[in-house]
């Protein structure tokens, strides 16, 4: 699965996610031509830059299991952890950590997420703080968005 997929059905996954149903729900969104684009934002380091992508999402691409989407938003190299999750009728908040090591440096973050859905579009926030070998907090913001734009092209 490419990243934008990968992308926009670890947002579904998150935004859809309810405690008690988690392991048992099936993620689905109509299958075409996606345009997806984030950013994110840290004051003093990084500045903000969204560069809308496209990508086709097949018919089998389309449904996925929600445990299966959990599993690759959890694992990697970003060793990120999803909790109180609330679920409501379009939208989505819980918290997010993440502790990635890269190279030298070791950086954690935590904040807070929310997303609105349908089948068709998906829009998103994150805001927390962050720390780089245990040095000052710093604030980080960041924002993205996916929708179904037409079919595939050929």
């Known amino acids: 699965m490419t990243n934008a997929r ?4 670890i947002t579904c996954a998150t935004l859809l996610t309810a405690p008690t149903t988690a392991a048992d729900r099936i993620i689905q ?3 075409g031509l996606w345009e997806y684009s984030h950013n994110l934002t840290i004051p003093g380091i990084l500045a903000p830059s969204e560069t809308a992508k ?3 999402i097949t018919p089998e691409d389309a449904k996925q299991n929600l445990s299966d989407l959990l599993v690759k938003l959890t694992a990697g190299d970003a060793k990120c952890t999803v909790t109180d999750l609330k679920d ?3 939208t989505v908040k819980f918290d997010l950590a ?3 090591e890269l190279e030298s440096m070791k950086i954690t973050s935590s904040g807070k997420a929310a997303f609105k859905y349908s089948r068709t579009k998906i829009s998103g926030s994150v805001s927390g703080m962050m720390q780089i070998n245990q040095g000052k907090d710093i604030f980080l913001f960041g924002e993205g968005s996916a ?3 037409g079919r595939c092209p050929g």
Do not use: K
């Open 54 to 56: 496209t990508e086709c």
């Open 6 to 9: 990968l992308i926009i059905f």
């Open 29 to 31: 969104v109509e299958p």
């Open 88 to 90: 409501t009728l379009n």
């Open 147 to 149: 929708q179904r734009i």
């Open 98 to 100: 993440c502790r990635p």
